[in-house]
């Protein structure tokens, strides 16, 4: 089955480090792959997203390049502020059906 | 624009009760999902709803029922309660969508804790 798979977190950076947060998923066909970011007592906000290969979904200075080599959707951003502070989710939806699939979560923490 | 809004937004009940939870879709958006997020996890999908009927369902025994009304609003509804029923449980809208490629908007979530 579908699947998707994250850096174990938590991560702790200080402000202005870049980031990475690794996601590789497992599906057949071509999904469609996502970045959801949440806030403290919050749901998920879509934060980019990417719909076939070599796209690249950027938004808030964050960024994510669907590569399907490497079955890969790795986030990055050049400079983390501490407002970033929240859990990152990766997800797919697959060609068959409406429902995303999500990784576990990766908690990212900014110190000022 | 009202985005995706879920009702109550925290719930106490004990095992074997049945509980009812409320969402209503962002504005245009004809489907609604169901997650459930247990504690440090990410969400597990539990069903969708389009045009008053279950068109997908996760892997949740039948404890878990929905439904969906002509205005698109929905809702979820679990029986018999268990303790690892425990989570937060979120509400998803968005457009059928053939092509598959739109994202879905999530609302804050119901924090269900069962004593």
């Known amino acids: 089955g579908n699947s998707v798979t994250q850096m174990e977190g938590p991560v702790t950076l200080s402000e202005e480090a870049f980031l990475t947060i690794n996601c590789t998923y497992t599906a057949t066909g071509y999904p469609s792959l996502f970045w959801y970011v949440q806030y403290p007592g919050e749901g998920l906000q879509l934060l980019l997203k990417a719909t076939k290969a070599d796209d690249k979904g950027s938004n808030k200075g964050f960024e994510a390049t669907y590569r399907k080599e490497t079955t890969s959707f790795h986030l990055e951003k050049g400079s983390v502020q501490v407002s970033d502070s929240a859990v990152y989710f990766c997800a797919l939806k697959d060609n068959y059906g409406q429902n995303f699939v999500f990784g576990p979560g990766t908690r990212l923490s900014v110190l000022p | 624009d009202a985005g995706v809004t879920q009702s109550p937004t925290h719930l106490i009940k004990t095992r074997g009760q049945q509980v009812t939870l409320r969402c209503s879709p962002k504005s245009g958006h004809d489907t609604v999902s169901w997650y459930q997020q247990a504690l440090g996890q990410g969400p597990q999908f539990i069903f969708q709803y389009y045009e008053e009927e279950e068109r997908q369902r996760g892997n949740f025994p039948d404890r878990f029922s929905g439904h969906q009304f002509p205005n698109y609003s929905s809702e979820l509804n679990v029986n018999a309660l268990l303790l690892g029923d425990s989570a937060l449980y979120l509400c998803?809208?968005?457009?059928?969508?053939?092509?598959?490629?739109?994202?879905?908007?999530f609302g804050d979530g119901t924090r269900l804790s069962i004593l």
């Open positions: 998803a809208s968005s457009y059928w969508d053939k092509r598959l490629i739109q994202p879905q908007h």
